[in-house]
C-alpha cells in the first residue's frame, strides 16, 4: 500500500454488511474464548471480584478508546485501523517518527494475537486428548509446541489457498461462540453447585507470592486487561462495509457494547461455579476450564463439546488474525516500512497474493513459540506482548487529539464529543499506560527462570528488530501515510482477488529497492 502518493483508485466491493463486521469484530475480541482459557490463570492474583471489577473497568476504558476510533472511523475511510488514525493525526513534522514505531507495533501486536490463538488451540486439543484418553500427559512442552506449530501451518496454508473459505468460517466460529455462550451459561446455572456470593464479589486472595493485597489485585487486572485487544480489527474492514464513514462507528461500538455484556455474564456465571478450586486447577487436561465443566455439569460428553467449541472458536479467530497480520503487513511493506520490502510487496502471478507477506509473519508466529520450549509461563509472555503492542498502537490517536486539540482531525457534523472529549481521549492514554505497566510485571514471586515474565525480553528483542529496519531500509524509504484520500487500495489483492488495474498499479508504485516509485504519482 503506496501512502502519501497521488493516487486515487475505487474501493472494492463491499463484502461485509454491518452484521457481518459485527460478526467478524466479535471473534476479534472474543472475550468468551479468551476468558473460558485465560480466567484462571489470574486467580491467585485477586481472585474473582478482581477479575469481574477489573473487567468492568477494562471496559470502561476501553469505551473511551472506541469511541476515539469512533471519531476517527467517521472521518477516514481506511482500512488501516489505529495506525492510520494515528498517522492521520499526526502533525506532519513528526509523522514519519511516529508512524514507524506505531506501525510495527500495530504488525507485531497482531502477530502475537495469532500466536495467543494458536497456544489455546493447541492446549485445548491436549486437552481434549486427555478427555478421551485420561492417561495421555499434557505436561510435555515439545509436545504443546509441535501442536502449536501445526496450528500456525494450518493457518498459513488456508491463507494462501483457501482464503476464500474464511468469511464461511468465520460465521462457524461466531455461531460457535453463540451456542456455547448461551448454552453453558444455562448448563453451569442449573446443574453446577454454587459457591458463596462473598467468593464472587467481595472476598480477594493473594496467593502470588507478593506480600501486598494491593500489588496482587493489579497482577489480577492482567487477565482483564488481556481479553480486550484486538480493538481495531472491524476497522480493517472500512474499504469492505458498505458507507463506512457511517456504518463502521455502529460496529465498533455494538461489538465492544456486547462483548463487554458477554463477559461481565460469564465472569458472574463462572465464579458461582467454582466451590473447589484446587482440583479444578489441577486438572489432568491441562485447561482448568474443561474441569470446571466436567465438574458442574457431571459429563465427559459436556466437557468434550465444550472443548471443540473452544477449538473451534479459537481456531477461526487463529484464522482471522492471519489474515490479518499478512494484510498489515503488506500495507506496511508497502510504506517502506519493514526488511526487504520490494519482496514483500511482490504478488504472484497465478493467485495475485502477496507470498511473502503471508510467510513473514507465520515463520515469526512459530518462532515466537518457542518459547515454549524453556518456559511455563509461555502464553503469558505471548498475551503480554500482545499487550503492550495493541496498546501503544490503541492509546496514541487520542494522545494526539489530546495534545493537539483535535485540531488535526477533520471537521465533521458526526461524533463531536466537545467537551467530553478531553476525558475520554485522556482515560484512554491513562489506561494505555496502566496496561504497558502491568504487561510488563513478574506475576509471581520469587522470580525463577519458569514463572519469569519474558515479555521484555520478546517486546525487546523485536524492538532491536524495529531499530535495525530503521536503520537499514526505514530511514530512507518510509513514506507514512498522509491522509485517507491518497491510499492506494489493497484489500483486493490481499484477498486474492483479479483486480488487474490494481495490481499493475500496487507493483510499479514500489522500485525494486522497496521505494515508491516517482512514475506511480498517477495512474
Known sequence: MVLGLDVQVEHTSQNFGLWGAVSLGWLTINVFGGMSFIIFFGLNAGGIPVLLYGFIGSSSAVICIILTFAQCASRFS???????????????????????????????????????????????????????????????????????????????????????????????????????????????????????????????????????????????????????????????????????????????????????????????????????????????????MLELIRRGTGSDAAAIVFCLILIVNNGTSALGSAVTMSRQGYAFARDGGLFWNSKLVQLTHKSHMPFWSINLPSVLVGLVGLIYLFSNAAFNAIVGSQAVCMIISFGFPALMLLITGGKTLPESDRWNFGIWGPPIYAISIFYSVLVVIVAFMPQAHPITTLNMNYTVLVVGAFSIAMTLAWILEGNKHFQPPVNDKDIVIAVGVIEGLDTSAKILMAEEAVDDQGRPSPESKSV
Open 78 to 288: 481506511t482500512a488501516g485501523g489505529a495506525y492510520h488514525y494515528a498517522c492521520f493525526l499526526t502533525p506532519e513534522k513528526y509523522r514519519r517518527q511516529v508512524a514507524y514505531p506505531l506501525g510495527w507495533f500495530n504488525y507485531l501486536g497482531w502477530i502475537f494475537t495469532h500466536a495467543g490463538c494458536c497456544a489455546i488451540v493447541a492446549t485445548c486439543t491436549l486437552g481434549l486428548v486427555n478427555l478421551c484418553n485420561p492417561d495421555f500427559d499434557v505436561s510435555e512442552r515439545w509436545q504443546l509446541f509441535l501442536v502449536y506449530l501445526a496450528v500456525d501451518v494450518i493457518c498459513w496454508l488456508v491463507n494462501l489457498w483457501g482464503l476464500k473459505g474464511i468469511p464461511t468460517l468465520e460465521l462457524i466460529g461466531c455461531y460457535a461462540t453463540v451456542f456455547g455462550f448461551i448454552a453453558y451459561t444455562v448448563a453451569l446455572l442449573v446443574k453446577a453447585p454454587k459457591a458463596d456470593a462473598r467468593s464472587v464479589f467481595v472476598e480477594m486472595n493473594n496467593q502470588t507470592g507478593y506480600s501486598s493485597i494491593a500489588m496482587a489485585v493489579v497482577l489480577g487486572l492482567f487477565s482483564s486487561f488481556a481479553t480486550l485487544m484486538g480493538l481495531d480489527g472491524p476497522a480493517h474492514l472500512a474499504e469492505e462495509i458498505d458507507r463506512p464513514k457511517k456504518s463502521l462507528p455502529r460496529v465498533l461500538l455494538i461489538v465492544v457494547l456486547s462483548q463487554f455484556v458477554i463477559g461481565v455474564v460469564w465472569i458472574i456465571v463462572v465464579g458461582f461455579s467454582i466451590t473447589d478450586l484446587g482440583p479444578i486447577m489441577s486438572t489432568s487436561t491441562g485447561v482448568p
